[in-house]
């Protein structure tokens, strides 16, 4: 599949008080196509534990309302599971992974592992249409 529109990719380590493992923030900025998709890759190494989408605010280019988002790993599975379908052109969507407990009740954070080249595909995001994804894992 040929590579469109454009990524830019960002890390941070982030250390919280009194803990000596930090978190590690990767920053995916992506503007569409003229056809409103992206298509590339990512490298990833690390758990995947809570992400946000954010739709392009001014003087960006606000994508489509209802835009679409997968990312993908080498057996074309999904890491944010569905999570990134009919997004707002203007509200910031987050999400993190969660266990629900024996007693019904979500208890326990449980992180995705990565370690794969990953390919994020952007459909319906309008021509131009730019956001970003933040990533929070270790």
């Known amino acids: 599949m040929a590579i469109t529109g454009t990524i830019v990719v960002t890390w941070q380590s982030i250390i919280e008080p009194g803990h000596t493992n930090p978190v590690r923030r990767c920053d995916i900025f992506w503007t569409a196509d003229a056809s409103g998709n992206v298509n590339g890759f990512v490298g990833y190494n690390g758990a995947l534990a809570r992400w946000t989408f954010v739709p392009g605010a001014s003087p960006l280019t606000v994508p489509t309302d209802a835009y679409d988002l997968v990312l993908n790993d080498v057996s074309a599975i999904d890491v944010f599971q569905g999570t990134g379908s009919n997004l707002s052109a203007?509200?910031?969507?987050?999400?993190?992974?969660?266990?629900t407990g024996t007693d019904g009740t979500n208890n326990s954070a449980v992180p995705r592992l990565v370690c794969d080249s990953l390919n994020l595909v952007i459909s319906n995001a309008g021509p131009g249409g730019q956001g970003a994804i933040h990533i929070y894992g270790r």
């Open 90 to 99: 203007t509200n910031t969507t987050e999400w993190a992974k969660w266990m």
